[in-house]
């Protein structure tokens, strides 16, 4: 346990140079300004932390979920303010969430004018943790975005929903990293080649073929199924990637980093 790592943090560095060596993408939380409903608070005062580590690490791919609106907040201007950021950053995503459009200080309108700007880089996530069918809050979120991405053009529409994220998850080959350092007498373990994954877990083309697979029959009996068959009106069309859900869900109750 300790501070939560965030951008301008030494912490957060380190985990991005991490990220570039293995050429991942990252995801972070992080709120476009402090905490406060104060109608003259309009600055966006921790914005420029992000800038610093999207300049620092230009390979780095960085999902900003949701954003950074929150509840509380005023965002007269945030538009131009992200508008400025995707231009000048080409490795910065965005994600929309159901949470930020039930904000009643998000013009959702604004939303979709970025999306239609800046259309790769754009997608959609929930940000439901732990349980899905109390209150019907997975049900209820994807009915926001359904509502957002239905005021998309076509285009657009495909990008957002799916190619968007595919691409950022898309596997990706680790850049070549080496410390040279000179060790004499003893083995120079920083020159010795690193294990970073099991090989036999990262076979995509069995990945891809078990995809297709029909469910097994522990399965067959869940919602939104009927003979092992899927029910597309009891259940979201395998057409959309839910762009966080499960890494968030997983980090919460892992590590507690926002990361």
């Known amino acids: 346990a300790g501070p939560v790592p965030y951008p301008g943090n030494p912490a957060f560095d380190l985990i991005m140079n991490e990220a570039h060596n293995r050429n991942l993408p990252i995801l972070i939380q992080?709120?476009?300004?402090?905490?406060?409903?104060?109608?003259?608070?309009?600055?966006?005062?921790?914005?420029?932390?992000?800038?610093?580590?999207?300049?620092?690490?230009?390979?780095?791919?960085?999902?900003?979920v949701g954003a950074g609106f929150f509840s509380r907040g005023q965002w007269t201007g945030?538009?131009?303010?992200?508008?400025?950021?995707?231009?000048?950053?080409?490795?910065?995503?965005?994600?929309?969430?159901?949470?930020?459009?039930?904000?009643p200080h998000v013009k959702r309108q604004e939303l979709i004018e970025l999306a239609e700007k800046h259309p790769s880089r754009i997608m959609v996530g929930t940000s439901t943790l732990g349980s899905f069918t109390k209150k019907d809050e997975y049900k209820n979120e994807w009915k926001l975005l359904k509502e957002f991405l239905g005021a998309l053009t076509r285009e657009t529409y495909n990008r957002v929903r799916y190619e968007n994220a595919a691409k950022f998850y898309r596997?990706?080959?680790?850049?070549?990293?080496?410390?040279?350092?000179?060790?004499?007498?003893?083995?120079?373990?920083?020159?010795?080649t690193v294990v970073t994954k099991n090989d036999s877990l990262h076979d995509v083309e069995e990945a891809r073929k078990k995809d297709m697979m029909p469910?097994?029959?522990?399965?067959?009996?869940?919602?939104?199924?009927k003979d092992g068959k899927l029910i597309h009106d009891g259940e979201i069309k395998h057409v959309c990637i839910d762009t966080h859900l499960h890494m968030l869900d997983f980090l919460q109750k892992s590590s507690g980093t926002r990361t």
Not at 177 to 189: L, Q, Y
């Open 30 to 64: 992080h709120n476009a300004c402090a905490c406060s409903s104060k109608p003259y608070k309009y600055g966006f005062e921790f914005v420029p932390e992000l800038k610093d580590a999207l300049e620092k690490f230009p390979k780095v791919d960085v999902l900003w």
């Open 215 to 225: 469910p097994a029959e522990k399965n067959r009996s869940l919602e939104g199924m």
């Open 171 to 192: 596997q990706r080959v680790s850049r070549a990293t080496m410390f040279h350092t000179e060790v004499s007498k003893c083995t120079n373990w920083l020159q010795k």
């Open 78 to 103: 945030f538009k131009q303010c992200l508008d400025e950021l995707l231009t000048e950053f080409g490795n910065l995503y965005l994600s929309v969430t159901g949470e930020i459009l039930a904000f």
